[in-house]
């Protein structure tokens, strides 16, 4: 199977990318076995994404898979983007070739991540985190 024009779109022109320095929720995950590392920020305002960004040093079906990962969440709840998996972010995509599933994984992860960090502040009553202290989870 080849990458769908969905995939290659995503890939080439990638939506909600680069960084947010009003994030209230950061969320870094590594794949442990090639090593690559997604970055999801949330701003989240009144239990709803209202805004989010990507950051992917990875191959080029991570990178889809963020930038799908972003517009399918744009404006949910964190009850509807907790239930955001993997597989609909494929699906969205029109499919990937079975060897780069798992890249996906890193978009589901990225996001509970940055949505788990949303809660911890928000129980903690936490400052913002920087990029510079976003722990890398490995998945
Ligand atoms: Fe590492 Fe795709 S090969 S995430």
Do not use: W
Not at 17 to 26: F, K, P, Q, R, S
């Amino acid at each position: 199977m080849e990458y769908t024009e969905q995939v290659m779109d995503h890939f080439m022109n990638p939506r909600n990318m680069g960084e947010m320095e009003d994030a209230n929720g950061v969320g870094t995950v590594g794949n442990a076995k090639c090593g690559d590392i997604m970055r999801i920020y949330i701003k989240v305002e009144n239990d709803v994404i209202t805004d989010v960004k990507f950051k992917t040093f990875g191959c080029g079906a991570a990178i889809a898979t963020s930038s799908k990962a972003t517009e399918i969440v744009k404006g949910m709840t964190l009850e509807e983007a907790e239930k955001v998996t993997n597989r609909m972010v494929m699906e969205a995509l029109g499919g990937l070739p079975p060897v780069k599933v798992h890249c996906s994984v890193l978009a589901e992860e990225a996001l509970h991540a940055a949505i788990q960090d949303y809660r911890a502040r928000l129980e903690g009553g936490e400052a913002p985190r920087t990029d510079d202290d976003a722990d890398v989870k490995y998945v």
